[in-house]
């Protein structure tokens, strides 16, 4: 039913197509490394292979697509494990079909969207003392938690964008990030950055 849910709420948008389905994390894992998908819509608890797992599995192939988590339950250790795993965005199933609707578009564009529930919960997870980051990495790591482009940190700091992407990949290298979605999630789950 929520499948089913999903696939007629993305026929109402003409940029979406619903490219396959699947009843549990493995056949998800399955799917993505024989198809070309773009976004998926995890749930988290699911029989054969939770949604964390299945994320994990994702992440590994070779070009992986976003994973938005899309589920009921918002447990510390859910929301942990999913964005541990390489989770885009944690979303939980009350959101409304604009929010999802702009949460997906967001993660194509390799933006996270977290609910205030995944947001609370990694901002107050246990702070780590194992990052060494200059005074400039911690400003450009905050406009980045902030969703700021390149050119506006360019702007917002008055360094060149060369510079900023400098900055971007010596942040990347410290905190162990991929992309620019993982390195915010490291900087709320460490506390990285003051939440104003």
Not at 147 to 174: A, D, Q, R
């Amino acid at each position: 039913m929520v499948r089913n849910g999903l696939s007629n709420f993305i026929l109402a948008y003409d940029w979406m197509e619903t490219v396959g389905e699947a009843r549990d994390g493995a056949e998800a894992v399955g799917f993505c490394a024989t198809h070309e998908v773009d976004v998926v819509l995890m749930d988290m608890v699911m029989p054969v292979m939770d949604g964390s797992e299945a994320t994990r599995r994702i992440m590994e192939l070779g070009k992986p697509p976003k994973v938005i988590v899309l589920t009921s339950f918002h447990e510390k250790d859910l929301v942990q494990q999913a964005m541990k795993a390489g989770a885009t965005s944690y979303l939980l199933k009350n959101v409304s079909a604009e929010g999802l609707a702009e949460a997906i578009r967001a993660a194509h564009q390799g933006f996270a969207t977290l609910a205030p529930e995944a947001t609370k919960i990694l901002l107050h997870a246990e702070p780590s003392t194992g990052f060494q980051l200059t005074t400039r990495e911690r400003e450009v790591l905050a406009l980045l938690v902030k969703g700021e482009t390149n050119l506006e940190m360019s702007e917002h700091l008055f360094i060149s964008v060369p510079t900023v992407k400098y900055h971007l990949s010596s942040l990347f290298l410290k905190l162990g990030a991929k992309n620019r979605v993982e390195a915010v999630t490291i900087a709320l789950e460490n506390k990285l950055v003051e939440n104003k």
